[in-house]
C-alpha cells in the first residue's frame, strides 16, 4: 500500500487515454463488500454498522445517527493505543476485552490509516451479488439491513 498512499500524497505522472502526461492523486473511492467485510475492513465488530455510528440493533430506526468517520475511528483507537501501551504485547488481552467495549475489532494500525482523504462511510458500498449469492442472510445496504429468505 505504500506506493498507493505516495502516490495520493505527493502525486504521480500518469498518461491519459490521448497520451498526455498529466500529474494524478489516485485514492480509494469504493470498498465493495458485504456487512461482514464492510466491519472487518472498518476494524469495528459485526454488531455495528461500517457507515453510521451505531448498533445493528439500531438499524431499522428512522434517524440513522452520526457517520462513523475516519476521525471517530482513529480517534478511539488512539485512545486505547495510549491506554494499554501501544503494541506492548502484556497488554494485548486488556486491549482487546476494551476495545470490544468500544466497538472495535482490537486491529490498532488499520491498512487505510495513512491514506489521503480516506473516509471509511464514503467509500464503503454494498456487493448486492455476493449477498444475494448465498440466498439467504442479511445484505447491508447504506446502513439498513435486508434479510433474504
Not at 490521448?18 to 475492513?41: F, K, Q, T, V
Request: charged content about 15%; aromatic content about 8%.
Amino acid at each position: 500500500m505504500d506506493p498507493l498512499i505516495s502516490a495520493a500524497k505527493n502525486g504521480m505522472e500518469m498518461m491519459d487515454s490521448l497520451g498526455d502526461i498529466r500529474m494524478c492523486y489516485p485514492c480509494i473511492a469504493a470498498y465493495m463488500s458485504d456487512l461482514l467485510e464492510a466491519c472487518l475492513n472498518m476494524v469495528i465488530t459485526t454488531s455495528h454498522s461500517p457507515v453510521f455510528n451505531i448498533t445493528t440493533s439500531q438499524f431499522s430506526d428512522t434517524d440513522p445517527g452520526p457517520l462513523l468517520t475516519y476521525n471517530v475511528l482513529m480517534d478511539e483507537i488512539e485512545e486505547l493505543q495510549e491506554e494499554y501501551g501501544g503494541d506492548d504485547p502484556t497488554a494485548i488481552a486488556a486491549c482487546l476485552k476494551e476495545a470490544k467495549t468500544r466497538g472495535l475489532n482490537g486491529v490498532l494500525h488499520p491498512w487505510w490509516e495513512n491514506h489521503v482523504g480516506f473516509e471509511p462511510w464514503q467509500v464503503t458500498v454494498p456487493n448486492i451479488l455476493h449477498g444475494l449469492h448465498r440466498f439467504s442472510g442479511t445484505i447491508y445496504l447504506n446502513g439498513c439491513s435486508i434479510w433474504l429468505e
